[in-house]
């Protein structure tokens, strides 16, 4: 469940009206529900039962400093793709002690880095890796925590260029090898064996393929418990979240009314179905949930430009583009598209909804139906919390857009939009052209 409603005729977030959030601080601008946040994470850490859960909110899916603040308040932890996202972390003011660090490509001043913050352990990607590691860790004089990510191959039946559990995919160390890896890791003087991790893919609806990794990998945690005395499992993220009506997905969305077997993937749903299986394994389970627990809490407000009626076709352009957002041109990924003031008694208009980008693929909807809008009105791009902003780039010149933290009532822009200056601050002239 979300907090973005219409009130009257315009669309809030929680108690605050976008419509004055776009004129205050201009479009596009990524909006954000705290308190949607703090739902997510509430029922994700809640999910399982029993069972000794740790949160490691993974930081790439929104990066945010209010984000993560907001996070760490609430007691998460943190998953990390860079030593820059451990240290976005820091800046924010929350600890790491207790989160991980993942990639295929840590380099040894990340891996030096994140020894002398302290975190809680690696999850290795390759052999090598291990040794380097070992190498950087015994230079500090310290000993490196990790676990393996292991590659389950398990197919998540998900969009091709977000899945990673499978044999084709560059991530973790293939289960048949898993064993002889630990034991290469057990031999390193400066390594301490903790866990075990495998993450496969992201947007995953249903929660066969999550039961499938545990039952590939369960026996292989007892057996590393045994031997090496590991204490946890980290299974880690990709709980899909409901793209399409997001608006409608409140408390009585339409999926809701759908046989049980054929509703999208809640966190209740995966912690009650995963929860025996890890049990079995008597270890503390680590979740590394990204898009679930922000992509619902964020909407990405844009004004329109232009009503362009084409040859069969109308093209409603707007000020926001794939470089601002672009999980459409990417991953040809749907996000609702609704107006901030509602009105009924105006006609609907079928439009392609498309950027100012001189690319083809910037385009947010192809023939979609919304209600007629013309220049100056503002648009909200739904479920844009996850993976927008932090994808977002400078193409075109385009500037980084804004970012707004609402919390009740409340509302602070927490990411000023980028000034040209800001831009070609870093560029120069060579003195050769001079
Ligand atoms: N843990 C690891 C090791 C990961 O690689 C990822 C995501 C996560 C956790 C979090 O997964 P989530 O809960 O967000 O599904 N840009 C793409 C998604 C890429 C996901 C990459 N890894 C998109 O916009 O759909």
């Known amino acids: 469940m979300h907090h973005f409603r219409y009130a009257g005729q315009n669309l809030h977030c929680e108690s605050v009206d976008l419509a004055e959030v776009a004129r205050l601080y201009g479009t596009p601008t990524y909006v954000y529900s705290a308190t949607t946040i703090e739902d997510n994470y509430t029922r994700i850490a809640g999910s399982m039962k029993g069972l000794d859960v740790r949160v490691c909110y993974a930081v790439k899916a929104n990066s945010n400093l209010a984000v993560l ?11 990390f793709a860079s030593a820059g996202e451990m240290r976005r972390v820091l800046a924010a003011g929350a600890g790491v002690r207790e989160s991980v660090f993942a990639g295929v490509g840590k380099t040894e001043t990340e891996i030096r880095l ?3 913050a302290g975190i ?9 890796e291990l040794a380097r590691i070992n190498h950087v860790a015994g230079k500090l004089g310290v000993k490196a925590s990790i676990s393996i990510r292991v590659n389950p191959d398990v197919d998540a039946h998900t969009h091709a260029k977000i899945t990673t559990g499978t044999s084709a995919n560059k991530f973790g160390i293939p289960l048949k090898h898993a064993s002889a890896a630990y034991e290469a890791a057990s031999k390193y003087p400066n390594i301490t064996i903790k866990g075990i991790q495998s993450h496969i893919g992201s947007q995953i609806t249903e929660v066969g393929p999550f039961e499938e990794t545990l039952e590939k990998l369960g026996p292989l945690a007892l057996e590393l418990k045994e031997r090496y005395g590991i204490t946890y499992i980290s299974i ?22 759908l046989p049980e077997a054929k509703r999208p993937l809640t966190p209740e749903v995966y912690g009650a179905t995963l929860a025996p299986a890890l049990s079995g394994l008597g270890l503390k389970v680590l ?31 707007v000020d926001a583009a794939m470089n601002d957002l672009v999980r459409p041109a990417m991953y040809d990924s749907f996000h609702e598209i609704v107006p901030l003031r509602r009105d009924t008694t105006r006609r609907a208009l079928v439009a392609d909804i498309v ?28 479920s844009a919390g996850a993976y ?12 980084i857009p804004a970012e707004v933290l609402v919390k009740g009532s409340a509302f ?7 000034t040209f200056e800001e831009q070609i601050s870093n560029e120069k002239i060579p003195a050769f052209l001079k």
Request: aromatic share 10%; proline share 4%.
């Open 69 to 79: 603040r907001h996070l760490g308040n609430l007691g998460s932890s943190f998953e």
């Open 114 to 116: 994140a020894l002398e």
């Open 120 to 128: 809680f352990a690696f999850h290795v990607e390759s052999e090598p």
């Open 236 to 257: 880690g993220g990709g709980i899909g979240v409901v793209y399409k009506d997001a608006l409608a997905s409140g408390p009585y969305s339409w999926w809701e009314t």
């Open 287 to 317: 979740l590394e949930p990204g898009r679930s627990m922000v992509a619902n809490a964020g909407v990405l407000l844009s004004r329109v430009e232009y009503l362009k009626r084409g040859q069969g076709k109308n093209f409603l352009i």
């Open 355 to 382: 950027g100012p980008i001189c690319e083809s693929t910037d385009c947010f909807a192809k023939d979609r139906q919304i209600q007629e809008v013309g220049e100056g009105e503002y648009l909200a791009l739904m």
């Open 388 to 399: 927008g902003h932090v994808m977002a780039s400078r193409y075109n010149t385009r500037p």
């Open 412 to 418: 602070e822009l927490v990411t000023a939009r980028e």
